[in-house]
């Protein structure tokens, strides 16, 4: 069972760059329950996404995959034969506990947990891929990479899901959407000082851009269709599909 999340509780003075190390890893579900809205859904979502566009024989990635949610959802959800989930993450504390979660779950999909940065992933014959809150921690310029090489290891028909916190080009509703999110921490337990010294963490570290952005690079590395699903303030869910052979 997961502890409390309390790491941004005390005064910290100079807050260090958030890293998803050992000490993340044994509060994550319950801070990301506690932070991010909608995350239940997304995760519960993805599994019916999956079951939808999983081919048979083919490869569903879930790319940065933290402790394993959106791997076990695919998991517990797919019905197409023979298929196998590549579940990558960075953080060694994160997939050394996702190897256990992933041992102690009942599911028969053979899953290969993998420790890289995304940059070195190679995607092939893939019908599902799960970006669910990673992109925003890569560099900026290093994000059309990526989804080129996601695009181009996909299947006709395949899916990408990406979900991110988001930006506003609205000024006015990019402060009200911050302000709603800090509510909605607040609601759930958080002090105003786990608040703020969490944001000082994660600032320079996750960069979140516009869903116009998002789409418009989705769109010019070749998927035809392009949309959310999913968004609760600031934090949306996409699908991307790659068009079927003709």
Known sequence: MSKKDDIFARPLGDVAGFTFDQSVVEVFPDMIQRSVPGYSTIVAMIGTLAERFAQAGS????????????????????????????????????????????????????????????????????????????????????????????????????????????????????????????????????SALEIAQKRSALENVLIPETLFDHRERLKSVGFSSVDVWFQCFNFASMIAIKQRDS
């Open 59 to 190: 490869r569903c990635y879930d790319l940065g995959c933290s402790l394993g949610a959106a791997t076990l959802a695919m998991r517990h959800r797919i019905p197409a034969a023979d298929c196998e989930i590549i579940a990558v993450d960075n953080s060694q504390a994160m997939i050394d506990r996702a190897r256990t979660v992933i041992a102690a779950d009942s599911g028969q999909l053979p899953v290969q947990l993998v420790c890289d940065n995304l940059q070195n992933v190679d995607i092939k014959d893939a019908s599902v891929v799960v970006l669910n809150f990673t992109l925003q921690f890569i560099p900026t310029a290093e994000r059309r990479d990526i989804l080129q090489k996601i695009y181009a290891g996909l299947r006709p028909g395949g899916v990408l899901i990406l979900s991110e916190k988001v930006a506003f080009s609205d000024s006015d509703h990019q402060e009200l959407m911050i302000d709603l999110h800090h509510a909605f921490k607040a609601a759930n337990g958080y």
